[in-house]
């Protein structure tokens, strides 16, 4: 059972304050490409409402070439705190697409320093800009010229073990006027590979003085409380846990705010939200909405015997019809013989 300390409900008891944007919670659904779209964050809201969330990173430069935004940068009117992700190294088109980024209604415009995978830092942008302190802090003061809303800045530690210079790196960020960091406890090197060091978002907290949000390894309300306490942390941003388990975000929160631990949700609990997500995918976009929802189905399935033949037959569903019903079967199963944990708990792929 996990305890909350009175010192630690104290300190967060305030909302997070970014900028002038005030946040009544201080757990954060990430940016996670190909899955918080707007139909995924419906999902994480209806269980975390006043959380910050987050879009799927878009690409600055395409949207300086494009006329019509693309629909991962859509925003429902309703869904609020919302922040919209941008990557790029041009200080001029990241400018831009924060004001179009505004303009669809974020409520704050998040910069991308930190994704690691190659296709976006042989272009300058991502974690690349690591190592490009001048250059990252250039791109703040544009963005920060260009928009009212307060703009933040999501990182990892550094490019490689040898070369990690978090801490030089926020404080440029702070100086630039960024208004908030979120730190991967990882290097670059890493990818997702070993544990996050916490320990260097502890020191990032101790020198800045915006909010300073840890990120990476939170899996559970255990963790987060750890995270936590060991950081000093301003706030936590869950990712990977809550892919197939979009309860995560509010879970962890609810805690923080009462000291009660939810019940865990049970395989058929779990399975009818991946009913939904499937079918509200295939309504916001039709076919391609099943395609990606394969990869969202697989990871709703697990825990329960029958759970690995279930992933097989979901991860190649053509229709949404057919998933649908794969899934309405593993339910009545389910409840007709109550569920049995998997002998092997399988390790789902990324
Ligand atoms: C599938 C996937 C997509 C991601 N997309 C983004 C993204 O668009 N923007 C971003 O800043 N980070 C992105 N990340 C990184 C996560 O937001 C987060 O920093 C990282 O997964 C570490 O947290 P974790 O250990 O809790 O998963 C992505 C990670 C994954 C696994």
Redesign the pocket.
């Known amino acids: 059972m996990v305890t909350l300390s009175p010192e630690l409900k104290a300190r967060l008891s305030q909302p997070l304050k970014i900028g002038h944007v005030e946040v009544n919670s201080r757990v954060l659904q990430?940016?996670?490409?190909?899955?918080t779209d707007l139909v995924f964050r419906r999902l994480v809201r209806r269980y975390a409402p006043e959380s910050m969330m987050?879009t799927?990173?878009v690409n600055a430069t395409g949207l300086h070439y494009v006329k019509q935004l693309p629909i991962i940068m859509e925003v429902d009117p309703n869904e609020r705190p919302i922040s919209i992700?941008l990557f790029d190294c041009r200080p001029d088109f990241l400018a831009e697409a924060a004001q179009k980024a505004v303009a669809e209604g974020a409520d704050t415009v998040d910069i991308?320093m930190?994704?690691p995978v190659n296709k976006i830092t042989k272009n300058g942008g991502g974690s690349s800009l690591l190592r490009q302190p001048e250059l990252a802090a250039e791109i703040v003061r544009s963005v920060v010229e260009a928009v009212e809303v307060p703009v933040t800045v999501?990182t990892r530690i550094g490019w490689t073990e040898k070369e990690i210079n978090i801490l030089d790196f926020a404080r440029r960020m702070e100086d630039a006027g960024a208004k908030m960091i979120t730190v991967?406890g990882?290097t670059r090197a890493q990818g997702?590979n070993g544990s996050?060091k916490w320990e260097w978002i502890a020191k990032v907290k101790e020198v800045l003085s915006i909010p300073v949000i840890g990120?990476?390894?939170?899996?559970s309300v255990e963790s987060a409380v750890r995270c936590l306490e060991l950081t000093g942390a301003d706030g936590i941003?869950?990712?990977?846990?809550t892919?197939g388990y979009p309860f995560l975000v509010g879970e962890i929160d609810h805690f923080l705010k009462t000291g009660e631990e939810k019940p865990p949700l049970t395989p058929v609990e779990r399975l009818e939200c991946a009913r939904e997500h499937l079918q509200m995918l295939w309504e916001y976009k039709g076919d391609r909405g099943v395609r990606q929802a394969r990869k969202h189905m697989t990871w709703y399935s697990k825990g329960f015997m029958g759970a690995a033949d279930l992933r097989g037959q979901l991860s190649v569903i053509e229709n949404v019809h057919q998933g649908l019903d794969l899934i309405d079967t593993a339910i009545t199963r389910l409840n007709q013989s109550g569920w049995q944990v998997e002998a092997e708990p399988e390790l789902v792929a990324?």
């Not at 990430?30 to 899955?35: F, Q, R, W, Y």
Request: proline share 3%.
């Open positions: 990430s940016p996670l490409s190909g899955v987050y799927e990173m992700q991308n930190g994704c999501k991967h990882r997702y996050a990120n990476g390894d939170i899996f941003m869950c990712s990977r846990g892919l990324l």
